[in-house]
């Protein structure tokens, strides 16, 4: 339906370069781009549909006389955009970007303007090649960093551009993680939250099928619905505080996870999301070196200690090592899913003068 629409406008655009049909009015230009557009209340006007050439794409400050402002479609769900465009250029005239405005899986680039003032939830939405989102840095609202979409404050991020993968730490300065603001990001094996954030939006981090883990700070108060939505490959969440006020569904789809908390928090139960009926278990996480057995000592010129599980299930964890309490860098040295008892034993002992040991979050 949608292709038979847009051919029957290409047809009036032949007959005239500017035709008006109904509240729409069309502009071509000679390189060969063809925008649909209306006329807001002040007299600008509101980009609708862009056709054309599948290149990089600058929105015109001017429509045949009229000030561009708005990149809008008035379709619910319909982006704006031709979706084999791969660059777009927001020009400074343009004060909003509406919902799904630019939605495409072609575009690997986004420039915006220091003019714009509002970019609506999921204005990228499945931009699944989106690399980098630049704001320009005298925009008063928005700003970017390495390519990531944030308030002018960057306490808020907006938009990860869902095309990249690898790990994201997030930083310190964020309290706040938008809605949808990591969805559809299949590539990201690894999302470390900065101590600072204090709420996780709408579909946060909806499909994030590269995710196996994820630690939340005990900052974090507030989860909204649906946050981990489809995370098909997540099996462990470790919450470092006390439990978070959340929304509903914030596991669905997810089959495989469990999340774990700290003793001494507060609010956990083992059906605090729903469970068995509606969401994972939420489970104890509180391994025990045993420090007064005889296993805890040198045996076989190897320094090693027996791990116990104070938990109810079987529990994730990871034995670790530094040398300086004073600056720590911990080491991974193993992981293991504890169900009773672990003896682990460090062959590397006597290659360090002192040697401390842990247990924490794989």
């Not at 370069?17 to 063809?34: F, L, R």
């Not at 979706?83 to 927001?90: D, K, L, P, W, Y």
């Not at 006390?242 to 059906?271: E, I, K, M, Q, R």
């Not at 200690?305 to 193993?334: D, Q, R």
Request: hydrophobic share 40%; charged share 10%; net charge negative.
């Amino acid at each position: 339906m949608k292709g038979a629409i847009l051919g029957l406008w290409v047809l009036v655009l032949l007959a005239a370069p500017v035709a008006v049909q109904g509240q729409y009015a069309y502009s071509t230009n000679a390189d060969g781009s063809i925008y649909t557009y209306t006329t807001n209340a002040d007299g600008s006007a509101n980009i609708i549909i862009y056709t054309g050439p599948p290149w990089a794409v600058s929105i015109p400050t001017n429509i045949e006389g009229l000030k561009v402002t708005s990149i809008q479609n008035d379709i619910p769900g319909h982006s704006a955009m031709n979706e084999e465009v791969t660059s777009i250029t927001i020009p400074d005239s343009l004060t909003s970007i509406g919902s799904f405005a630019l939605f495409g899986g072609s575009l690997s680039n986004v420039t915006i303007g220091k003019g714009v003032t509002n970019i609506g939830d999921e204005a990228f939405f499945y931009c699944l090649n989106l690399a980098t989102i630049t704001v320009d840095a005298q925009n008063a609202f928005y700003s970017s960093v390495n390519g990531v979409l944030f308030d002018k404050s960057q306490t808020s991020l907006i938009q990860f551009p869902t095309g990249l993968g690898g790990s994201y730490t997030i930083p310190d300065s964020v309290t706040n993680i938008g809605v949808d603001a990591f969805d559809l990001c299949f590539n990201l094996t690894n999302i470390t939250l900065a101590n600072g954030v204090t709420s996780i939006g709408v579909d946060a981090f909806a499909s994030c099928g590269g995710l196996t883990n994820m630690t939340i700070p005990p900052s974090v108060t507030c989860i909204e619905e649906f946050s981990f939505y489809g995370c098909e490959s997540l099996t462990s969440v470790y919450f470092m505080g006390n439990a978070p006020s959340v929304g509903a569904n914030v596991f669905l789809a997810d089959s495989s996870v469990t999340t774990y908390y700290l003793p001494s928090t507060t609010g956990w139960s083992l059906v605090f999301w729903g469970y068995p009926s509606s969401g994972p278990p939420a489970v104890l996480w509180n391994p025990l070196i045993q420090t007064g057995h005889g296993s805890l000592g040198v045996s076989n010129k190897q320094f090693g200690f027996n791990i116990t599980n104070g938990a109810t299930t079987k529990i994730p964890i990871a034995v670790e090592a530094c040398t300086n309490l004073a600056c720590p860098v911990w080491t991974s040295l193993t992981n293991v899913m504890l169900t009773n008892t672990f003896h682990f034993s460090d062959p590397q002992w006597t290659n360090y003068p002192v040697r401390y040991y842990g247990l924490g979050f794989p």
